[in-house]
């Protein structure tokens, strides 16, 4: 598909009128800060009922074809089951394959989706543009555990931009708060569920949440990644999460990842779980 085609498919026949100036603002954005020369890096194709744009040759294309295949997500917690009116925040959001598609689950809700790195951010924008998810509230910051500016270090080929490691000599400026600002600045009382994956920065984002707050939250889907912060250790954060109220369980997939499952046990409306029983720059 060539750029033409792209922003005609895009403007004319997927996006209302009150969305165009929004995205072709965000596309040219993008161009401009990713230096793309040829519109070919950019790619929009059909995964799995949804229309997605992506970077060819990143872990876009991963993302997306382990997505098509098989939800990579809502299987690892089969103890949920989104409701319509259920209020989702997914910390890392990257291009928005998870928001997406968990906006289509709750149409009545909201999806809170958390990007800090600008040129994905634009993505994220484009992508729920594309696919109608009004009820995606997009957000350009880092979650972290202090509130003002941070760096976020760039890994090659979008495998993994850190707040807490640096992966590379590229890096860019962007704005932070904490868990608990984000939900004092959004409103948000109570959260149904939460998809956490921002390459070690789960660590000082969770041991520095007061209980009181982690408590507001259902259920937590958190990739660990002890390779990256080995300030602690993920029993240290399963040991603040229990002290919180929340059951967990281990999923490594190798000696320093894996992931969470913590389920809030104090929740009024909690279903048994199988094995266990808008804020821009800094908030």
Same mark, same amino acid.
């Given at each position: 598909?060539? =750029? ?42 059909? #995964? ?22 098989? %939800?990579?997500?809502? !299987? ?40 800090? *790195? ?31 500016? *941070?760096?976020?270090?760039? %890994? ?13 000599? $590229? ?10 600002? #984000? #939900? ?18 789960? =660590? ?20 660990? $990644? *002890? %390779?990256? !912060? ?16 929340? %059951? ?10 894996? !992931? ?6 104090? !929740? ?10 808008? *804020?821009?720059?800094?908030?």
């Amino acid at each position: 598909m060539t =750029f033409p085609e792209f922003l005609r498919l895009t403007y004319r026949r997927l996006l209302p009128r009150s969305l165009r100036a929004v995205v072709k603002g965000a596309l040219f954005r993008l161009f401009k800060a990713t230096g793309i020369e040829s519109p070919s890096q950019l790619k929009i194709g059909l #995964f799995n009922g949804f229309e997605f744009a992506y970077r060819q040759g990143t872990a876009d294309e991963w993302v997306l074809e382990a997505s098509s295949h098989d %939800d990579m997500y809502f !299987w690892r917690v089969p103890g949920y089951r989104p409701r319509e009116s259920d209020i989702i925040l997914d910390i890392g959001a990257h291009i928005g394959t998870f928001a997406v598609l968990a906006a289509s689950k709750v149409p009545h809700g909201a999806v809170h989706a958390i990007e800090a *790195c600008d040129e994905t951010f634009n993505l994220l924008r484009i992508n729920a543009a594309l696919n109608g998810s009004a009820n995606v509230i997009t957000h350009h910051l880092a979650i972290s555990d202090r509130e003002g500016l *941070c760096t976020l270090y760039q %890994d090659s080929h979008n495998w993994g931009h850190s707040t807490v490691h640096q992966q590379s000599y $590229h890096s860019e400026t962007v704005g932070c708060c904490t868990l608990q600002q #984000f #939900f004092e600045k959004t409103h948000t009382e109570k959260c149904n569920f939460v998809r956490m994956n921002c390459e070690g920065a789960e =660590f000082p984002i969770l041991l520095s949440t007061p209980r009181d707050v982690l408590r507001r939250i259902r259920m937590m889907l958190v990739d660990y $990644h *002890c %390779d990256l !912060w080995t300030m602690n250790s993920k029993e240290d954060l399963v040991s603040h999460l229990e002290a919180s109220g929340f %059951d967990c369980n281990f999923h490594p997939s190798n000696e320093d990842r894996g !992931w969470i499952v913590a389920l809030n046990r104090d !929740w009024v409306d909690v279903r048994p779980v199988p094995g266990l029983g808008r *804020c821009h720059g800094h908030c």
